[in-house]
């Protein structure tokens, strides 16, 4: 052993023992340990739950690294009253009966809320969990209709900050109307997902006395559609909406581009997912796609995000800037909700009336949240805080300049 430098003069053993006990223990008689620092207070429980392996990755994990950027961001300045969150991550790799395992694993576990879910499907079968142990559960990114009327609204825990399907499909459809585009071919998967997004947007065409003139159906994971586009380009269809998670949506494209058939590619936010993006390469150009967030530093607060993001994950680039941003401003809401909490002893109903009742409003990336939620409304984003996003060289932008113009200004709910 090497002694320390101000121990190590050349002297009797007995000497260089009592030297070592001097320097490491700063006095002869310093032999007991010093106490144990006293234990800080209790972490507080999230759960977090979502595909963050497996086909639907591509934007489970930007949404887990939205919520884990203001977690930290939220602790580094105290947490809640002192105590810091700790998230209890659960990985449901988009598969219904993993995800309702998961989401049972979670309540036994104690936590006191749950942000969660990606995959409509996914969040159907494990919404009871949440909604008998009294848990409330914040969806910020699966966006089938039902999810929040599953449930009266005054009993439900369920809230969401991601733009439901019934109010997409209706912006979708009534910019295809806009643009002359009235021969809508519908092509939807047979997940949760797809089945509500279809019956959405026959609803919304419905609204403007049409129907689609093909509807095609397909399991996820189909890598051929030839037959059915080819279907679909028969019927004289000018337009495809799709509704599907990812992959499925480059076989559309790709397959469109295959028939030398061109016609506009239009859909909600999974037409803005790498799958389709990189999987669809120059197929999936000049695509339309709704989006409450596209990663342009617009204001002070999304380039703060998008800097703050960039940093923590050595990032150039955010593979579903949506799910990120609606992650992130998930978290932050739940923890102003907590700040409503009377008492600073929350549990599931005093969480769940103090989500209804946000005071501070929470000036957020994707949105200023005024009242965000209420006991008969469990969804916080609007049809006026939606964008039309176009895939331009492998990233989308806005569609419309006024839209861009638009986005200087935060919008809040009506």
């Known amino acids: 052993m090497t002694l320390p430098a101000a121990c190590s003069l050349a002297r009797p053993r007995r000497m260089l023992v009592v030297a070592f006990v001097l320097c490491a223990c700063g006095s002869v008689g310093a032999q007991a340990p010093a106490p144990a620092p006293a234990p800080g207070p209790a972490p507080l429980r999230i759960g977090l739950i979502g595909p963050f392996t497996g086909p639907s990755a591509d934007f489970g994990m930007p949404m887990q690294n939205g919520v884990r950027l203001a977690v930290d961001e939220i602790n580094a300045v105290g947490g809640y009253l002192g105590r810091p969150l700790e998230l209890v991550i659960k990985d449901d790799t988009a598969k219904p009966d993993v995800g309702r395992k998961l989401s049972e694993e979670l309540m036994a576990e104690k936590v006191l809320a749950t942000i969660g879910f990606c995959n409509t499907g996914v969040a159907q079968v494990s919404l009871e969990v949440f909604q008998t142990a009294k848990v409330p559960l914040i969806i910020p990114c699966a966006t089938g209709t039902p999810l929040t009327a599953q449930y009266p609204g005054p009993q439900s825990y369920i809230f969401r900050t991601s733009a439901k399907d019934g109010i997409q499909a209706p912006f979708v459809v009534a910019d295809i109307v806009k643009r002359g585009w009235t021969k809508v071919a519908v092509f939807a998967d047979t997940t949760g997902y797809g089945e509500a997004g279809l019956k959405d947007v026959e609803a919304a065409l419905a609204t403007h006395n049409l129907k689609p003139v093909h509807v095609a159906r397909f399991p996820t994971g189909v890598k051929d559609l030839g037959a059915e586009l080819k279907a679909a380009k028969d019927s004289g269809a000018n337009v495809i909406v799709g509704y599907t998670v ?69 990032a150039t680039k955010i593979s579903v800037p ?26 599931g109903p005093a969480l769940k009336a103090a989500l209804e009742n946000i005071q501070r409003n929470y000036y957020g990336v994707v949105a200023t949240y005024e009242k965000p939620f209420s006991a008969a409304d469990k969804d916080a984003v609007t049809a006026n805080m939606l964008y039309l996003g176009q895939v331009k060289n492998g990233s989308v932008t806005f569609a419309y300049p006024e839209d861009a113009k638009r986005n200087l200004f935060v919008q809040r709910k009506q």
């Not at 799910?323 to 549990?347: E, I, K």
């Open 322 to 347: 949506v799910a990120a941003a609606q992650g992130y401003d998930t978290a932050y809401l739940l923890m102003h909700a907590l700040f409503g909490v009377r008492g600073g002893q929350p549990d």
């Open 246 to 314: 990812g992959p499925e949506n480059a076989v559309i494209a790709k397959g469109r581009k295959g028939l030398k058939w061109d016609v506009p590619f239009v859909g909600p936010w999974t037409l803005s997912f790498p799958f389709f993006i990189d999987g669809a390469k120059d197929a999936a150009e000049g695509a339309l796609v709704v989006q409450t967030f596209i990663a342009e530093p617009s204001n002070e607060r999304r380039a703060a995000f998008l800097a703050n993001y960039a940093r923590k994950y050595k």
